[in-house]
């Protein structure tokens, strides 16, 4: 089972900028399809942006042309970078397997982003 430790969230005015991180333990991470996913409060978790193994990209309509994923397999590390913030985008952040099958590692804490003036 790997492990996955998200960080990077914080308190950003709107407009604002952050860049999420996500480790995965181990070196099987890079043979995957990965995915950042949010959850906001009394909302269900919703996918947010999708990476495959040979660095192909989707992104929800929502944030498209502003949030950024990217990975580096040599490191075992996927990212997200969020621009130009908005207070919807407030949500606690998780990274996780992406596939047809709804099959995930076990969820990591996840990083909280709050976008607040």
């Known amino acids: 089972q790997v492990q996955l430790v998200e960080s990077g969230g914080g308190l950003v005015q709107p407009g604002g900028s952050l860049r999420l991180s996500c480790a995965a333990s181990g070196s099987i991470f890079s043979i995957y399809a990965m995915g950042w996913y949010r959850q906001a409060p009394g909302k269900q978790r919703e996918l947010v942006a999708t990476?495959?193994?040979?660095?192909?990209?989707n992104y929800a309509d929502s944030v498209k042309g502003r949030f950024t994923i990217s990975r580096d397999n040599a490191k075992n590390t996927m990212y997200l970078q969020m621009n130009s913030l908005k207070p919807e985008d407030t949500a606690v952040y998780y990274c996780?397997?992406?596939?047809?099958?709804?099959?995930?590692?076990?969820w990591g804490q996840g990083t909280q982003v709050t976008v607040s003036s």
């Open positions: 990476i495959t193994s040979g660095h192909l990209t």
């Open positions: 996780n397997l992406y596939n047809k099958n709804n099959y995930y590692w076990d």
